[in-house]
């Protein structure tokens, strides 16, 4: 009995069987905590999937700038004329000084504007804003996980309250349990990977959070 070639049989590996090329799909108790999709190769059952650290940036903030807008001039916010800001970003670095004639906005895009003797631009490596909410400027890598490395700092970076140490990124960590399968623990540098014909992405998703995804 060859299961490969019966059309009739249960077997969903028959090659005789349209089903055995049609698509298979990915449904997420939880779109909020987990999307995915599969594709064809895909193991069909049910998967337990667990975040346990999520990946994330590496990451620096200045102090609080109470009341800032993105048209305050940097002269009234207190920053001295001048003074130089060193942000290295996975080992490329950029020096910028400071004009405090110019504005919030002024200043961050001319910040993300800014290139290296490599001929790299700022902005293309780290996310860079300010937030009239919290009233802090913000440096970030553009990639997750833990090989992303961030360093902002200089008399103007001490001035505004970065911390001036290196700062890393974070691995997404998770744990997966196929049907009738043992757990298994993934880590990925990224909250979007695949495996298996499985593309999982867990973007909206918090540490300890849990979701089911069947696959048929």
Do not use: P
């Not at 249960?10 to 069987?17: H, P």
């Amino acid at each position: 009995y060859d299961s490969y070639i019966d059309i009739l049989g249960s077997n969903d590996t028959s090659i005789m069987k349209s089903s055995t090329y049609a698509g298979v799909t990915a449904i997420s108790s939880d779109t909020a905590k987990l999307t995915a999709t599969a594709a064809g190769g895909a193991v069909k059952g049910v998967y337990s999937v667990t975040l346990t650290t999520k990946a994330l940036v590496a990451k620096d903030q200045s102090s609080v700038y109470e009341n800032a807008t993105q048209s305050s001039t940097l002269s009234s916010l207190g920053f001295t004329n001048g003074k130089t800001l060193n942000i290295l970003v996975n080992g490329e670095a950029f020096t910028f000084t400071v004009d405090n004639t110019k504005n919030v906005s002024e200043f961050v895009t001319s910040l993300k504007a800014t290139t290296n003797t490599n001929g790299k631009t700022l902005g293309n490596l780290a996310n860079i804003s300010f937030s009239e909410l919290t009233g802090k400027f913000s440096i970030e890598t553009k990639d997750t996980g833990a090989a992303q490395r961030l360093t902002v700092s200089g008399d103007a970076a001490t001035e505004m309250g970065f911390s001036v140490v290196e700062k890393s990124g974070n691995d997404a960590t998770v744990k997966i349990t196929a049907s009738g399968e043992a757990e298994v623990t993934v880590t990925k540098s990224s909250n979007k990977f695949s495996i298996d014909n499985i593309s999982y992405d867990l973007s909206g998703a918090s540490n300890g959070d849990t979701a089911t995804l069947t696959v048929k």
